[in-house]
């Protein structure tokens, strides 16, 4: 048996410039950059016009919106801290979470919800009067919803195919 050189050379990087705040937070810009990014950005874009715009009629008088709102606010809410969470790349620090899993089943768990949201919403806008200015409302956040409701869909598939790890699967790991 060889024995161990008395001297290893060894390199040694640097760590790279991190964009953040003494070291423990850093700013993930490439995940704005991302499709689940962008995806996140447009649910809370138009998860926000969903609520605003149920929350500018007197959504009170029809208790189906109170579900409607519920969703949108829920989901609005989540999302928001999600996107937080992965922009400050805290799910790195937090590692004892298992994030893919977490993000599937918040992004199915929305989707039904936004879907569930969406029937509710369409259907209640046709009990209300068409010539009232929060029939407008009603129905524009009903298409947004819907938009929303989509988003969230394209959102649980890249989440799946993230948790899935691209594409691999427990036969093609076996050997």
Same mark, same amino acid.
């Given at each position: ?18 964009? +953040? ?15 689940? +990014? ?8 138009? +998860? ?80 209300? =009067? ?22 969230? +869909?394209? =959102? ?11 594409? =691999? ?7």
């Amino acid at each position: 048996m060889a024995e161990f050189p008395s001297k290893v050379s060894t390199q040694t990087s640097t760590p790279e410039a991190s964009r +953040g705040i003494s070291g423990f937070l850093s700013f993930d810009v490439d995940f704005v950059r991302s499709i689940p +990014g962008l995806l996140m950005i447009l649910e809370f874009a138009l +998860g926000l016009l969903v609520w605003a715009l149920i929350a500018d009629t007197n959504y009170r008088q029809y208790s189906a919106y109170g579900w409607v709102m519920f969703v949108a606010i829920f989901c609005w809410l989540v999302t928001l801290i999600l996107f937080v969470i992965y922009m400050l790349q805290l799910q790195r620090k937090m590692t004892i979470i298992p994030w893919p899993i977490v993000i599937l089943g918040y992004h199915v768990a929305a989707t039904l919800l936004y879907i569930t949201g969406f029937i509710t919403c369409a259907a209640s806008v046709q009990t209300t =009067s068409k010539v009232t200015e929060s029939y407008n409302k009603r129905a524009a956040a009903s298409f947004f919803a819907c938009l929303v409701m989509i988003a969230y +869909g394209a =959102s649980t598939f890249f989440s799946f195919m993230a948790w899935r790890g691209g594409g =691999s699967n427990a036969a093609s790991a076996q050997a």
